[in-house]
């Protein structure tokens, strides 16, 4: 709550967390310049309310050096204790979190900042601008993320640019987004092949010494790879880094104070396709599509090419349809209406007042 008395409480319980150190993560925002890390810190620090919805993109809260207002770029990491309330349990655990946000710099000269912000975190948010893709930092901090082994989220940011700026439909979107996510999971397997290679070759120079010393005495059963064989999942394949059905991809627009996971969505749509929650938030990972005569989720070869992807069906549509119905406003349509049966359909609660005042 935003009320000065939900504020006292919220600092006081921050300040008895303080004293819980299991109770605390340190999360650090990474990216390429200009991605929108102190944006999101902005929008996640409204969320506590330390500052309102309507400051929160311009405050710039973690840009507290005036240098950094002035040039509108971050150069020192920062932090912020957050309070994160889950709202249902996490394996069976519904306790308060004690959070601090570090917000680090982006540009390539403060990448000193970036290390000892990742150095001292447990997780981390990884921002990728949709429109500008991965770049030269997103790259770096991918790498310096997988190499402290952090616990990492992809945050997909500025989707409101796919919209706005580039004009894209919802599918055009959904194939931008995948190229993406291919393109960093393809970089972290790319990390890990580089280590089992190193590792490989400091295996067989270790084996190649043994055997010198021992004539053939067999150490074939080192630890090469053990990390690497430690993410093969169930159906042996090596997991993705990233993946919607694992939980740590996001998609967002920092600047519009929204983000969400496919799994919010799953739990809005599961009931009304008759399936579960799970199995639906694993549809929206892949290609797989409602049909609507059969009321089953099929592959695309059952779904032939008329139908859209889940992702695009029940997340992308309606939040198209959102922008363009809010902009369609501006042209004078009075679209209230069309604005609450939205709200409705997404189960959000918006005020009369801010409805009107969209
Ligand atoms: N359209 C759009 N613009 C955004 C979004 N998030 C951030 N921006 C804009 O992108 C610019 C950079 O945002 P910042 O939050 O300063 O980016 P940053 O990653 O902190 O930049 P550095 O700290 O300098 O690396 C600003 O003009 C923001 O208003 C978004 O979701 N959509
Ligand atoms: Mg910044």
């Not at 204790?81 to 249902?88: F, G």
């Not at 000269?109 to 290390?115: I, K």
């Not at 616990?151 to 919209?163: G, S």
Request: glycine fraction near 8%; hydrophobic fraction near 40%; aromatic fraction near 8%.
């Amino acid at each position: 709550g935003s009320g000065g008395g939900g504020m006292d409480r919220a600092i006081e319980r921050l300040a008895s967390l303080q004293r819980h150190t299991t109770r605390i993560r340190n999360i650090c925002v990474l990216a390429h310049v200009d991605h929108g890390k102190t944006t999101l810190s902005d929008s996640l620090i409204a969320h506590n309310g330390f500052i309102t919805a309507k400051q929160a993109g311009l405050m710039r809260f973690m840009d507290f050096l005036e240098d950094e207002q002035r040039r509108g770029i971050t150069m020192k990491s920062a932090g912020i204790n957050l309070l994160y309330t889950p709202r249902t349990a996490v394996r069976g655990d519904k306790e308060p979190i004690l959070i601090t946000l570090i917000d680090s710099p982006g540009h390539v000269d403060f990448c000193s900042e970036v290390s000892t912000a990742a150095r001292l975190s447990d997780g981390c948010f990884v921002l990728v601008d949709v429109v500008e893709g991965v770049c030269v930092q997103t790259h770096a901090v991918l790498r310096q993320a997988w190499e402290e082994r952090l616990k990492p989220c992809l945050v997909f940011n500025k989707l409101d640019r796919l919209i706005i700026e580039l004009g894209y439909e919802p599918r055009e979107a959904y194939d931008r987004m995948r190229a993406l996510l291919n393109e960093v999971n393809g970089l972290m397997s790319a990390f890990e092949s580089e280590k089992f290679i190193s590792q490989a070759d400091t295996f067989l120079s270790a084996f190649d010494a043994a055997e010198e010393a021992t004539l053939g005495a067999s150490t074939s059963d080192g630890a090469v790879g053990a990390d690497y064989l430690d993410e093969v999942n169930e159906d042996g394949e090596v997991a993705e880094a990233f993946s919607i059905a694992r939980g740590n991809v996001a998609f967002g627009s920092a600047i519009d104070g929204w983000a969400f996971r496919p799994e919010a969505f799953a739990d809005l749509f599961a009931e009304k396709l008759g399936c579960s929650a799970a199995a639906l938030c694993k549809a929206f990972s892949g290609d797989w599509y409602y049909h609507p005569k059969t009321k089953r989720i099929v592959s695309r070869k059952v779904a032939g090419d008329k139908l859209k992807p889940l992702f695009v069906q029940c997340i992308l549509d309606p939040i198209w349809k959102l922008y363009t119905t809010a902009d369609n406003e501006k042209n004078g349509v009075w679209v209230e209406k069309d604005l609450a049966a939205l709200a409705k359909a997404l189960k959000v609660e918006v005020s009369e007042r801010d409805l009107t005042n969209t």
